[in-house]
């Protein structure tokens, strides 16, 4: 009885970890798509377009776009990929 109380914690632990990873897994996919309809939405975008740079989530400075062709995107912990 004991041994099957303690397998028993263990799954149930281990079922809350993979929820956990799959929400993560959610935000994460939920980011790079919007991060994709970005980039699609600037293929339309000419050069010296005025836009709003985000400085935080909820702060925005404006500013000029430099560059059509080219993009960085953050992949997480700090990886980018241009």
Same mark, same amino acid.
């Given at each position: !009885? ?5 397998? #028993? ?14 929400? #993560? +897994? #959610? +935000?994460?996919? =939920? /980011? ?9 939405? *600037?293929?339309? =975008? ?5 836009? *709003?740079? !985000? +400085? ?5 400075? !404006?500013? #000029?776009? =430099? ?14 990929? /241009?």
């Amino acid at each position: !009885p004991q041994q099957l109380q303690s397998l #028993r914690n263990q799954l149930q632990d281990e079922i809350q970890s993979l929820g956990q990873n799959l929400q #993560r +897994l #959610r +935000l994460a996919q =939920a /980011k790079f798509k919007e991060s994709k309809k970005s980039v699609e939405n *600037m293929k339309n =975008a000419k050069k010296d377009n005025k836009i *709003m740079i !985000p +400085l935080t989530s909820s702060i925005y400075v !404006p500013g #000029r776009l =430099a560059e059509t062709e080219k993009v960085t995107i953050e992949v997480g912990t700090g990886f980018f990929v /241009k």
